[in-house]
């Protein structure tokens, strides 16, 4: 279906485990096509279990090792102010799964600052949004992701975007602290949806029943701030990655069989 704009498709797979192996080869798929001829691809990165699944998967396909990691630059939509050793961590997920098994210069993995680095709550999302602006685009004093990953809440949040909080209505900054979290730990710093949504392709991946209804409510067009995750789009493409219990209150022509 067609919403402002941009193409929302949803893909369906029976398993958590297919899923992950079938974003993968989709993200890989991405980009090789984007890194093949010497073009950057920014890529922005998610936690949750299946933030980490779909990484390790990629990992794990052959195909990892024919791409120029050095064309890749990764950053996070949002991440727990917490240690860099905290398992509470996003980042820490993500190199685990991903980064420290593939060839990414170091310069290339753009993390928001810890604690221990001295910085307040404040200042750590201040950094974050000057270190964007060292890429800016077409679209923004931040970069274009190639891909942006998103997870999806039971409540319908994405990053630390929650519903019915001032953050989500934020146009006017690349990157929020976040005080009082509705979800532990209390402390975050978070991508707005200007920078969330100048993606070319956004991708929400979610599983299990308990999604089924922020899912339902995303798709049917909810207010953005009541359900964040309705007002995730990316500029080309956005796409509902989810397995068959979430699917549950999806209609079948919403289905794309061929993405």
């Known amino acids: 279906m067609k919403v402002q704009g941009t193409t929302k498709s949803v893909v369906v797979e029976p398993t958590p485990a297919d899923l992950a192996a079938r974003v ?20 922005c990165l998610t936690g949750g279990s299946m933030g980490g699944a779909v990484l390790a998967a990629a990992a794990d396909d052959p195909r990892s090792a024919d791409i120029d990691w050095s064309l890749v630059h990764f950053w996070w939509g949002d991440e727990r102010f917490v240690e860099r050793d905290d398992p509470d961590r996003n980042s820490l997920q993500s190199r685990r799964a991903l980064i420290d098994r593939i060839p990414v210069p170091v310069e290339n993995v753009h993390e928001v600052a810890a604690p221990s680095d001295g910085l307040t709550l404040d200042q750590a999302a201040a950094a974050y949004a000057a270190e964007l602006a060292r890429f800016p685009s077409a679209h923004g004093e931040w970069p274009s992701f190639a891909v942006c990953f998103l ?18 209505t934020v146009t006017d900054a690349a990157a929020l602290p976040v005080r ?6 209390p402390e975050r710093v978070t991508l707005t949806r200007p920078v969330l949504n100048s993606a070319k392709r956004v991708w929400l991946v979610l599983t299990g029943a308990d999604k089924a209804s922020a899912l339902g409510l995303a798709l049917a067009g909810a207010s953005y701030a009541s359900v964040p995750a309705a007002g995730a789009k990316g500029r080309r493409r956005t796409v509902f990655f989810v397995d068959e219990a979430a699917a549950a209150e999806v209609s079948p022509e919403l289905i794309d069989r061929d993405y």
């Not at 080869?25 to 010497?38: E, K, M, V, Y």
């Not at 009082?180 to 730990?185: E, Y």
Request: aromatic residues 4%; without cysteine; hydrophobic residues 30%.
């Open 24 to 43: 993968a080869d989709r993200f890989l798929t991405r980009l090789q096509a984007r890194t093949r001829n010497g073009r950057i691809a920014h890529v």
């Open 180 to 185: 009082d979290s509705p979800k532990p730990p």
């Open 151 to 168: 997870g999806v809440g039971p409540d319908g949040h994405i990053a630390s975007l929650f519903p019915d909080r001032p953050e989500v």
